[in-house]
Each structure stands twice: as C-alpha cells, then as structure tokens.
C-alpha cells in the first residue's frame, strides 16, 4: 500500500510540474474548445467557434472548467493566472490518476512506470486541457478495469461511455474489445448488451444530452452532430488532407518517439508467439484497428492517436520487463538511458521552446486590455492579424475588452470558391485592411495589432501610424504566415513628437516590462 502511495503521488508531481514546465503552444483546441467556452459559460462573454454553434461539441469538459471559475469567482480569486493555471492543474490530476491505473493495470511492473512518465508526447500533452488529453484518462482508467482474465467486470463501460459521448471518435478502439468482451463472456450476449451496455449508455447519454441541450437552448445529440460534420459532410478536409499511410510512416512515430524502437520489438515478438502473449496481441490488433480507421479519413492529426499511446506503451512495458530478466544489468541501465535521453530532448524543446510566443504575449494583453487608455481616453481594442485561433482569447485576458481576430470557418453552405476570412486576408494583406478597418477618424483604428513579425513587410504601410511595443520568440522555424516573433504594435499620433525606444533597449531597460513579457 504504501508502494502504491508513493507511485500515485509521483505521477501527481510529474503531471502538476508539467503545468509549469510546459509553457508552449500546441494547437488551438486547448483554448478554443475548452477555456474560451467555460469562460462564455461563466461570465457571460467570449468567442464561440462555430463548432459551439453548430452542436457537434459537447458542453460535458468546458463545464466542469467552468464551475472551477464560478468558484472562483465566489471566492473573489477569478485573476487570469488561476483561471489559466487551475484547469490545467485540474486536467493534471486527472492524468495522473490515469497514470496510477496504468501501472495497476500493468501488474506494477516499474518499466510500465518508466515509459509511461518518459513519454515526450504525454508529458506534452498530460496536462493540456485538450478532450483528447480527457479522452486518453479515460481510456487507461477504463483498460485498468477491463477484464482481460475469467472476470465478468463491467466498470469499464461507464468511463467508456462517458469517453464516447465526449469525443465519439473514442469508439474506435472499443469497438474490437468490446467483440472481445463479449466473445468472452459466459452471459448470453443479448443479456450483457442489454443489462450493461444499453444500461450504461441510457445512464451516460441522458446526463450528457441533457447537459448539452440545456446550455445549447435546444435539443442536442452532440456525438450525432459531430459525426454528420466530421464523416457524412467532410467538414475536417478543410482543416488539411494527408494520405492515407501518414499514421504509420509520420504519426505513430512521431508520437512514440525513440518509443518506436522496443514498440517495434514487441510487436514481432507478439505476433511470432501470439498464444503466449494473448493480450499483447489483443492490444495489438485494437492498435491496427484504430489505425486503420483513422487511416480511412483525409485529415490527420498527432493528437487524434494520442487515445491508443498508452496501448502502445503498455505493449512495450511488457516487452521491456521480459527482457530485461534476461539481459545484463549494463544493457538495461543503457536502453533505459538512452529511452530517457531520447524523450526528454523533444519534450524540453517542444515543451519550453517552440510556439512559446502566441502564450507569452497574453499576459502583456491582459495588462494593457486593463490599463491602456489612447489620447481620446478610449480603452484598448486588440486585433490579431495572424492565423486564425494563434492565441487564447478572453479566458487569458478576463476583461471584456474589443477584440478581433481572423475568422476561418468552413464552407458549411456550399458556397463556390469559398475562401475564410483568413486566406482572404493572406491572399491580399493590404486589401483586406482597407476593406475592413476604419481609417478615419483614427480613433476608430485597433489600438494595437498583434502580429507576426514576417508579416510586417506586407502591412508596412498600414503599420505607418503603428510603432512595436513588445516582441515575443515563438519559433526557431517560421512560414509564410507564422514568424519567428509575436509583435505588439502600439497606435501612436505620427503627428506628434514621440521618443520611441527600440524594442530590445525598452526591454533592458525596464525590469517590469521585462517581467510581464516572461510570464
């Protein structure tokens, strides 16, 4: 017990650490499908993804976060670093009990521990507050109670559940281990179907459609929405295709890392000796699976098959512990040296380096959204030239302040040759300014435009009356629409003598500045 104890409280220390250390972009879900709408939910404003006004989300996370703000603000303690930190913190804990059942589910093998917390892209993503990163808790809670021996166990069906109407691509892998299950069984297959699946499903799906109908303001069956958008419309070809192999020649490896090499060990040896290792082959086959469907559909993203990683790691735990029995003590000390090597490079990097200034620059926002009062005595108005969803929105600033940013809906209508407010923006900088941004009277321009810096070259003109105020690092590799900095440009009277500081000596210049850029 007290073994168990002290497991449990490692994982709560690595995943609440990762709060902290991992202060970098990943993609705009974390924010925009979780924050933005507990924040709506909360206090009443915000953005709405047309995600939210469509009903293809469910309301079931981004409310959970938002009775920690309500809370909050009960207590007088809603400042925008406990509604950033507290979520995360939340989903943390979340993930480390998850954690905790892994290595329960792993017969407390120490490797099942070791590849779980050296995992670069778990570490990554643990405590982001990403479905995804809820859908995999819930997983690795439901395999821990699955009953993989003569157990007639069912517990498993209610995370399960819960996962499905979240996010109902989470059915993918459950599908070959429910047949399993049921395969199994000594109950008539009708009798577990309807006492138990059907059960658990009327449980689950009322509390849910309940849920979302009620904050949607009308009825709503959100998984039914998500797959007509998602499948029977296509809606997720807008956001990129990729061919069909990409999981298993980019994504896989990707996320698995220098996990790839005893992944790949493991899985010969499952299949050469399949009887001897039966549930290595049944996660190996529920691995294939998933992969295969998610194969089948044009738009592919890491973080879709973050769900069958801990599958992955458990197939490779097992691996592990085998042959280290046999194998000397130096080989075993090397092959853990090198996993832990190999995943903390990619997790420092991406975690403390890479996409930072999109999140850092927030923190200047909230100060001057508060603060900033113009020559007309007008409060500050944000606009955020950069592609759309580059940054989180209210719930990182908590002020109802003007905002804007460039809109990237799909062709929802069928309109022809459909282009978002984003790629018209990009096609013609320029243009697009002078169609959508007041030139006179000069009060009514953005009081400060957030932008990459690659982009200043092509507004240079609009910029005129602009000077920088701040810059961010947010990338050591930049594109044609993502720079290397994050700039804040401050309107400014070019009529009027100014005694403008170029940026790096303002920053050296002024300890404060220095500070809130930081955090």
Known sequence: MLLLNKVLLFFVALRVASVFLVRTWYVPDEYWQSLEVAHRLAFGYGHLTWEWTEGIRSYVYPS??????????????????????????????????????????????????????????????????????????????????????????????????????????????????????????????????????????????????????????????????????????????????????????????TVLGIGTLPFLFAAVETIRNRQTFKERSILLTVITFTLVIYSLLPHKEFRFILQILPLCLYVSADYLSRWSRKASGKLVWFAAIGLLVGNVLPAGYLSWVHQRGTLDVMSSLQSISRTYRDEFDQPAKLIFLMPCHSTPYHSHVHHNTTMRFLRCEPNLNGVENYSDEADTFYSDPMGWIRKNLPVHPRSALPSHVIAFDSLEPRIKDFLSVYRPKESFFHSDYTTDRVGGNVVIYERFDPTKPTTEVPIAQETADNPAEEEAGEA
């Open 64 to 253: 959970l976060i938002a009775g920690l703000y309500k809370l909050l603000a009960l207590v007088n303690l809603d400042c925008v670093e406990l509604l950033v930190l507290l979520p995360r913190i939340l989903q943390a804990l979340l993930s480390a009990y998850s954690d905790y059942r892994f290595y329960l589910w792993s017969n407390k093998s120490k490797w099942s521990a070791f590849v779980l917390a050296t995992s670069w892209f778990w570490f990554y993503t643990a405590s982001r507050t990403l479905s995804n990163t809820l859908e995999t808790s819930l997983t690795v809670i439901a395999l821990s109670y699955f009953p993989w021996g003569a157990s007639e166990c069912t517990k498993f069906l209610l995370p399960v559940a819960l996962s499905v109407f979240i996010r109902p691509t989470s059915a993918i892998p459950w599908v070959p281990l429910c047949l399993y299950h049921l395969k199994k069984s000594t109950h008539p297959i009708w009798e577990v179907l309807l006492k138990r699946y059907l059960l658990y499903g009327l449980i689950v799906g009322t509390a849910t459609v309940g849920l979302d109908s009620f904050l949607h303001g009308s009825l709503l069956v959100s998984p039914y929405e998500f797959l007509r958008y998602n499948v029977l419309k296509g809606v997720g070809s807008f956001y990129g295709e990729h061919p069909w192999y990409w999981y298993a020649n980019v994504g896989l490896p």
